[in-house]
C-alpha cells in the first residue's frame, strides 16, 4: 500500500458505499477502482493499488483485457479471495477489445480475460468500442487502421448475440456497452435479446453529457463513469490544447477547500451523489476518494453548482477509430442525433 494510502489502517465498511440496482435486481457498489495505467503505471502497481483496495474496503474494480495487466490482477484477486472476501461481494468487469469483436472472438476474449483474472465468472462483460478496429497500443492519434470499418449495426448485433451468449453459458452475469451513443443504444435496445445493464462512458464535471446520462437512466441502464477526476495522468496522445481540468476549475476547487479535500474527491463525490458509478484510477488516493464517498455529503447548492460548470469537454476523443480520410472526431459521436453515416 502506498504512503497516501498506509497513514491510516483502518477498514471503510464497504456496506457504507451507496449500491447501485440493476435491472436485473442485482446491485453493484457506486464507486469501482479504475486499472487503466495510461501507459505510465505498471501492472505490478496496479497489482498493488487492487490488493490495497480492496484492504480498504473497495469492492468494485473495472478491468479490461486491452490494459494489459489482467494476469498480474488476477493474482491479486485470488489473493483477496483466499483472504476471506467472498466472490459474491466483489463486482468485476472486464471489456472486449476491439479487435475481437467476431462471434467466436468475443467467446475466445472472455475465457481469456477469466483465466488471467482468475475467476470462474465476471459480473459485468463489456463491449469497450462499439467499432471494431484494431490499433497497436499506445499508437500516435493520428495513426489510422487500414481496414478501420464505420459502425455498422448488423455487425455490432453479431458481437452482441456473442455477448448474450457469454450470460447464457454463465461466464458473465450481466453484459454492457461502452463509448455508445443515443441512436446507437435505440437501436441495441431495439434488437437486443439481454439489455445492457450499463453504459460505461466518459463523465466528470466538465463532461457531464446530461442527455445520454438521462437516456440510460429512462432505459434502465446505470451509467458508469470513466474519467471521473478529468484523467490528469492520461497519454499524450489523449491530449488537445482545448481540453479542461475539472480539478482546477475554481468551483470545484471551492467545494473542497470547504470540505478540506483534495478537488478529485469532490468529482467523485458528486458523480455519486448525482447517481452515476465513478471508477477513478488511483494508485496513490483510493482510500481518500472511498472515504469521500461515505462522508460529508455535498449540500444541494454544492451540487446545483458544479452542475453548472459542465463544458461539454470530451477528453477521450477516439480519433484512432475515425475510417475515413478527413473526418474529425466529432463523427464517432453521432452529434446530429442519427448515427454517422459510412
Ligand atoms: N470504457 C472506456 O473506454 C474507458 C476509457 C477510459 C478509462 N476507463 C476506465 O476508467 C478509469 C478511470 O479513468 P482514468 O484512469 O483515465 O482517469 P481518472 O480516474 O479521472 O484519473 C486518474 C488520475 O487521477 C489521480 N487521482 C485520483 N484520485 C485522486 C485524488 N484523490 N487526489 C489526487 N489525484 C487523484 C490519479 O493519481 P494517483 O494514481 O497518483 O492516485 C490518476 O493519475 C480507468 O482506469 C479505466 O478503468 C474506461
Not at 53 to 74: L, Q
Amino acid at each position: 500500500m502506498s504512503a497516501a494510502n498506509e497513514r491510516d489502517s483502518r477498514t471503510i465498511d464497504p456496506s457504507a458505499v451507496p449500491r447501485r440496482r440493476l435491472y436485473t435486481g442485482a446491485t453493484m457498489p457506486a464507486v469501482g477502482l479504475g486499472t487503466f495505467g495510461s501507459d505510465q503505471v505498471t501492472g505490478a502497481q496496479i497489482a498493488e493499488a487492487v490488493r490495497g483496495a480492496a484492504a480498504v474496503g473497495y469492492r468494485h474494480f473495472d478491468c479490461a483485457s486491452v490494459y494489459g495487466n489482467e494476469a498480474e490482477i488476477g493474482a491479486s484477486f485470488e489473493e483477496i479471495l483466499r483472504g476471506g472476501i467472498r466472490r459474491e461481494d466483489l463486482w468485476i468487469t472486464s471489456k472486449v477489445w476491439n479487435d475481437k469483436h467476431g462471434e467466436d472472438d468475443v467467446m475466445a476474449s472472455c475465457r481469456q480475460s477469466l483465466a488471467d483474472l482468475r475467476l470462474d465468472y465476471l459480473d459485468l462483460y463489456l463491449v469497450h468500442w462499439p467499432f471494431p478496429n484494431f490499433h497497436p497500443p499506445g499508437c500516435d492519434v493520428s495513426s489510422r487502421s487500414a481496414d478501420a470499418k464505420p459502425y455498422i449495426h448488423e455487425n455490432y448485433m453479431k458481437t452482441w448475440r456473442a455477448m448474450e451468449r457469454l450470460v447464457d453459458k454463465g461466464l458473465v452475469r450481466h453484459i454492457g456497452t461502452s463509448n455508445m451513443t443515443i441512436p446507437k443504444l435505440k437501436l441495441l435496445l431495439r434488437d437486443a435479446r439481454i439489455k445492457p445493464a450499463v453504459n460505461e462512458m466518459e463523465l466528470h464535471p466538465h463532461f457531464q453529457q446530461p442527455e445520454l446520462f438521462r437516456f440510460v437512466l429512462a432505459n434502465g441502464i446505470q451509467p458508469v463513469g470513466y474519467c471521473p477526476v478529468g484523467s490528469p495522468g492520461r497519454p499524450e496522445r489523449d491530449r488537445t490544447p482545448e481540453d479542461t481540468t475539472p480539478t482546477e476549475d475554481p468551483v470545484i476547487v471551492e467545494i473542497a477547500a470547504r470540505h478540506g479535500v483534495h478537488p478529485a474527491v469532490v468529482c467523485i463525490q458528486w458523480a455519486v451523489q448525482r447517481g452515476q458509478t465513478p471508477i477513478p484510477f488511483s494508485i496513490h488516493h483510493y482510500r481518500a476518494n472511498l472515504e469521500g464517498v461515505v462522508s460529508d455529503a455535498l449540500t444541494a447548492d454544492e451540487m446545483r453548482a458544479i452542475a453548472g460548470i459542465d463544458r461539454n469537454c470530451r477528453l477521450i476523443k477516439g480519433q484512432v477509430f475515425l475510417w475515413k480520410d478527413g473526418q474529425s472526431w466529432e463523427a464517432l459521436w453521432d452529434l446530429d442525433g442519427e448515427i454517422t453515416p459510412p
